[in-house]
């Protein structure tokens, strides 16, 4: 029993060294103080970024794609053998 | 393509990484600015490496029980996806650090574990290509591969949480830890770590496949 008590109290001070860690509150969304990327966003020319990495990501993926089905051809042609 | 419903999800967690990592709110914190967003494409690439070099041990060991080379084909292809998410890793965190810390390079323990790291899978690498046997190969590969592993994990996990590191929530530093609790970030960030562990699980069984064709033709060539 004591065994338990001693490991629930090295769990609640676990709990308590989390707690020195510095939280993220809802003033941190809101304040203005710190520089962010508004102009970007009110200009709306983030979405044109957003399209630029997207279309990136696309073209890996379809080449991916591609790649794979060239394989499965291959594939495909030993077995036929 | 048989089988392509995970590859269809991976893709889909990544395009909603890359919208949603990109514009949705995020705490507004000074040195860090909006390269918190990074926390969704740098930090994600160490969490896809760690679980595809995971999956590669597993293979290796496979691999030991059964003297199976297509065990050994899926443990090599895994290790080399994670070496490239673990190439992308180490030079993404060198740009942020460049903006962040002040320096490309400010030989930060974590920094250094993690090259120290990816110098012992490029000798895997190096290892594998001098053996000529194929079976000898296999056999030696992956019981340095298995090592290595062990290895890998207090090198970046706890060794520099014992010393002082910029890296959040090493050496007594908070940094990020705490922003890692919020649930904000976190709709993006547990996405995107599955999203980029797939799409790396992707490349490497793409490159099983071909792995295996080239032994069907060579054997073909020897018999023939």
Same mark, same amino acid.
């Given at each position: 029993m004591k065994k338990y008590l001693v490991l629930f109290l090295l769990f609640v001070s676990l709990h308590v060294v989390a707690q020195e860690? %510095?939280? /993220?509150?809802?003033?941190?969304?809101?304040?203005?103080?710190?520089?962010?990327?508004?102009?970007?966003?009110?200009?709306g020319k983030i979405y044109v970024l957003v399209g630029i990495i997207g279309i990136i990501f696309a073209g %890996?993926? /379809?080449?991916?794609?591609s790649t794979e089905r060239k394989i499965t051809k291959i594939e495909k042609s030993i077995?036929?053998? | 393509m048989r089988q392509s419903w995970w590859k269809i999800l991976a893709v889909a967690l990544l395009l909603y990484t890359i919208t949603a990592g990109l514009l949705m709110d995020v705490p507004r914190l000074p040195i860090l600015n909006e390269t918190i967003r990074a926390l969704h494409f740098h930090v994600t690439m160490w969490f896809g490496m760690i679980l595809m070099l995971m999956v590669s041990v597993y293979y290796s060991v496979r691999y030991l029980r059964s003297n199976d080379l297509r065990f050994d084909d899926l443990a090599i292809e895994f290790t080399n996806a994670a070496i490239l998410f673990g190439v992308l890793g180490i030079t993404t965190g060198m740009l942020w650090a460049k903006f962040t810390w002040g320096d490309y390079w400010s030989g930060d323990p974590k920094q250094n574990a993690s090259a120290i790291g990816l110098l012992m899978y490029f000798a895997y690498l190096i290892l594998r290509n001098s053996l000529t046997d194929m079976q000898q190969r296999a056999r030696i590969g992956?019981?340095?591969n298995i090592f290595a592993f062990a290895a890998f994990i207090p090198l970046i996990f706890v060794l520099p949480r014992l010393t002082d590191s910029l890296h959040p929530g090493n050496g007594g530093n908070p940094g990020f830890n705490a922003y890692d609790l919020d649930s904000k970030l976190r709709m993006v960030f547990y996405p995107a770590i599955i999203g980029w562990t797939l799409f790396g699980a992707w490349i490497a069984t793409?490159?099983?496949?071909?792995?295996?064709?080239?032994?069907?033709?060579?054997?073909?060539?020897?018999?023939?």
């Open positions: 860690k %510095i939280p /993220v509150t809802e003033s941190d969304y809101s304040n203005n103080s710190v520089d962010m990327a508004d102009k970007m966003r009110e200009d %890996i993926t /379809v080449y991916l794609v077995t036929q053998k | 992956a019981i340095y793409v490159r099983v496949r071909m792995r295996r064709v080239q032994r069907v033709l060579e054997d073909q060539l020897i018999n023939s």
